[in-house]
């Protein structure tokens, strides 16, 4: 009983922090963004999932600054926060530094983030992928991102995903594209795109929008 109380005042909690703030007081604390708001309540919820998965009753909420370490046996349900795409410029430096530095086309990061979030830097799927590159949080640990919501580590960190990819199918773009989306477990198992509707349709969507289909980098170029 004092578990499923805990957990309904979780989900409580994490309500008011991503739908609403307390009534203005003289004292009251300036209103967050909603980046701040979206990574609370995605914390709070995952703390809420791993109690209703048998977590002890009694432990304490995680650390927002280790929060992508906990266990969700199942998917959540993205919190309903929106935010704007990123200014154009301001993503297409983001992509162009990470470009350069990896070695993989930008024409293929960018499409990659419009296909993944719509250049919108709140995103969260339905099955807990996060921020521009919609990374999970096991991958966002795999590749050191600690924030998955701020930009600039969320592109990093999925470029650097895209370049091993890449090197692991020797270029071949649509290999890599169907690992990013579907798992290399899938890709691996046939040597082929997965035949699965969403892979497919994320594969062809992004090649339409490339100015290559393929090309292996000589170690100037970029992928």
């Not at 309903?80 to 430096?93: F, N, T, Y």
């Not at 470009?99 to 099955?127: M, W, Y």
């Not at 890449?166 to 046939?190: C, F, H, I, P, R």
Request: net charge negative; proline share 10%; with cysteine.
């Amino acid at each position: 009983m004092e578990q499923i109380v805990r957990v309904v005042l979780l989900i409580l909690v994490g309500g008011v922090l991503a739908f609403g703030q307390a009534a203005p007081t003289q004292n009251a604390a300036p209103p967050r963004d909603s980046l701040t708001l979206q990574r609370e309540a995605v914390r709070i919820q995952a703390a809420a999932a791993a109690a209703i998965g048998g977590a002890p009753a009694q432990a304490p909420l995680p650390p927002a600054d280790t929060f992508f370490t906990v266990p969700w046996p199942e998917p959540l349900p993205p919190p309903d926060v929106d935010c704007d795409p990123m200014p154009a410029a301001e993503l297409s430096a983001l992509v162009r530094a990470a470009s350069e530095r990896e070695h993989v086309k930008a024409d293929l990061i960018q499409a990659v983030i419009q296909q993944e979030s719509g250049s919108k830097p709140c995103a969260v799927s339905p099955k807990g992928a996060m921020g521009l590159m919609q990374l999970m949080p096991d991958v966002a640990e795999r590749m050191r991102v600690k924030d998955p919501f701020d930009p600039k580590e969320s592109v990093d960190g999925g470029v650097k995903l895209l370049k091993q990819l890449l090197d692991k199918y020797k270029g071949d773009v649509s290999l890599a594209l169907g690992a990013y989306n579907a798992g290399e477990q899938k890709v691996d198992q046939t040597g082929t795109v997965p035949d699965i509707p969403e892979t497919k349709n994320y594969v062809k969507s992004i090649m339409r929008q490339i100015s290559t289909p393929a090309a292996v980098g000589d170690g100037q170029a970029t992928h």
